[in-house]
């Protein structure tokens, strides 16, 4: 026969209960945050642009005019089958521009004479190794129609390039829809933009200039222009030199 308990046990039995699930508590809360986020804190409200001077009557924006070379089919050439611009020499393709434009020194068809008479010289036999200043080519559909422009670049001297890209429409006429000349760090292609980086100017920045197609203007603008800081060159270390 089982002896009841008495009030004093009973209260000692409760107290190690409770003792043993305030022990067990902490381990429970610790491991349900195992592999959780932490917060961060309250987020800071954003704040909009405020229209400084509103009452002030502002500038008005001229309508558009392209910024870029107007787009100019290139004569002398036969047409592209297909719009298939990987089939068209890009020298060939220069050279038919300095025929069009000859002794021309200024503008998108702008070009020094001695750059020009090496153009001629393209792939004549004597012409040393490396002396054609038209570059390879590149491939890229920057217009959106699904088919290739081509990307040309000629260098010019003193680090002076022009860049130039062609496309052909459905009559198979190549048409240039992009020519600028400048002293250039480095040409890129990004989507459908082609980047050009250049000095700007002031010691220790660039100048980067996103050329995107006009579906209006049928010609590809500097659509976006940013300057940005050159990250410094880390001094090398005399460490171990001779």
């Given amino acids: ?31 349900g945050n195992t592999g959780g986020l932490d917060s961060a804190g309250p987020t800071p409200t954003a704040i909009g642009p405020v229209h400084l001077w509103p009452e002030r009557k502002g500038a008005v924006v001229p309508p558009a005019d392209p ?10 050439l036969p047409p592209v089958t297909g719009q298939d611009v990987h089939s068209v020499d890009p020298v060939a393709l ?21 750059t020009a008479a090496a153009i001629r010289a393209c792939g004549r036999e004597g012409q040393a190794p490396g002396a054609c200043p038209v570059l390879a080519p ?34 198979g006429r190549l048409n240039r829809i992009m020519a600028t000349t400048q002293t250039v760090i480095s040409v890129e292609l990004a989507g459908q933009d082609v980047i050009l980086r250049v000095p700007s100017g002031n010691p220790g920045y660039e100048l980067i200039t996103a050329w995107s197609w006009d579906a209006k203007q049928r010609t590809m603008l500097p659509a976006r222009e940013e300057i940005v800081r050159v990250p410094a060159v880390p001094a090398v270390s005399a460490q171990g030199a001779p």
Avoid: I, W
């Fill in 1 to 31: 026969m089982r002896t009841p308990s008495s009030p004093a046990r009973a209260r000692r039995r409760a107290g190690v209960a409770l003792l043993g699930l305030a022990a067990v508590l902490p381990l429970l809360a610790g491991c």
């Fill in 138 to 171: 590149y491939y890229r559909d920057l217009t959106g129609n699904g088919k290739d422009e081509v990307v040309v670049g000629v260098e010019f001297p003193d680090r002076m390039m022009s860049v130039r890209v062609y496309t052909a429409d459905e009559d």
């Fill in 94 to 114: 220069v050279q038919a521009e300095l025929r069009a434009h000859p002794d021309t020194d200024v503008g998108p068809d702008g070009m020094p004479p001695e």
């Fill in 67 to 76: 910024g870029g070379a107007p787009p100019e089919y290139v004569q002398g």
